[in-house]
T-cell receptor, first 115, second 114 residues
Framework: GAGVSQSPSNKVTEKGKDVELRCDPISGHTALYWYRQSLGQGLEFLIYFQGNSAPDKSGLPSDRFSAERTGGSVSTLTIQRTQQEDSAVYLC?????????????FGEGSRLTVL | GENVEQHPSTLSVQEGDSAVIKCTYSDSASNYFPWYKQELGKRPQLIIDIRSNVGEKKDQRIAVTLNKTAKHFSLHITETQPEDSAVYFCAAPSYGGSQGNLIFGKGTKLSVKP
């Protein structure tokens, strides 16, 4: 297909609610990454999926954050009991190569606002 | 794990001048160093990368240099144009070599004044 697709593009929620963000990577890309970008800040690593290997969850900021990748394709990032500090743009990226040696193709991001 | 430091955080140049952005990394085993450009409101995109078997790589007006001994690499943009205005991110692998995920620097906001 085209590029990496993310939904929703914008999400406004109330503090304490759960949210799900979806990422549809480029077909055939085995690696999938989630990053978080707060206003005017850099790209903060959250989680990395590579093929059938166990995901690298070392970047998840708390146990309120979780992610899964079903069938080696679509991924969902779930944030439970959202807090105001969770407000950010959540970026998904996919890559053809194992490890960090290949180009990352980013989606447009999901902008989350927690009121 | 890897730690990437990027400087400066903001950079303003006149059109036609050169711009240089510098990054340092901590893991001497890292061997892949990409640069991403993010225009306002858009997604980050790879503009150039370098692997540790070379010291410099050029692509038209942009170049990247790598000093493995000092563990730093730099992005050079010559003859800057207004469309070069964006945030630039350097990155390095999280677990050395080219394994794991990419750790990004905090970004440099480049403004090119006409």
């Amino acid at each position: 297909g085209a590029g990496v697709s993310q939904s929703p593009s914008n999400k406004v929620t109330e503090k304490g609610k759960d949210v799900e963000l979806r990422c549809d990577p480029i077909s055939g890309h085995t690696a999938l990454y989630w990053y978080r970008q707060s206003l005017g800040q850099g790209l903060e690593f959250l989680i990395y999926f590579q093929g059938n290997s166990a995901p690298d969850k070392s970047g998840l900021p708390s146990d309120r954050f979780s992610a899964e990748r079903t069938g080696g394709s679509v991924s969902t990032l779930t944030i439970q009991r959202t807090q105001q500090e969770d407000s950010a743009v959540y970026l998904c990226a996919s890559s053809t190569r194992q490890g960090a040696g290949g180009e990352l193709f980013f989606g447009e991001g999901s902008r989350l606002t927690v009121l | 794990g890897e730690n990437v430091e990027q400087h400066p955080s903001t950079l303003s140049v006149q059109e036609g001048d050169s711009a240089v952005i510098k990054c340092t990394y901590s893991d001497s085993a890292s061997n892949y160093f990409p640069w991403y450009k993010q225009e306002l409101g858009k997604r980050p995109q790879l503009i150039i990368d370098i692997r540790s078997n070379v010291g410099e790589k050029k692509d038209q007006r942009i170049a990247v240099t790598l000093n493995k001994t000092a563990k730093h690499f730099s992005l050079h943009i010559t003859e800057t144009q207004p469309e070069d205005s964006a945030v630039y991110f350097c990155a390095a692998p999280s677990y050395g070599g080219s394994q794991g995920n990419l750790i990004f620097g905090k970004g440099t906001k480049l403004s090119v004044k006409p």
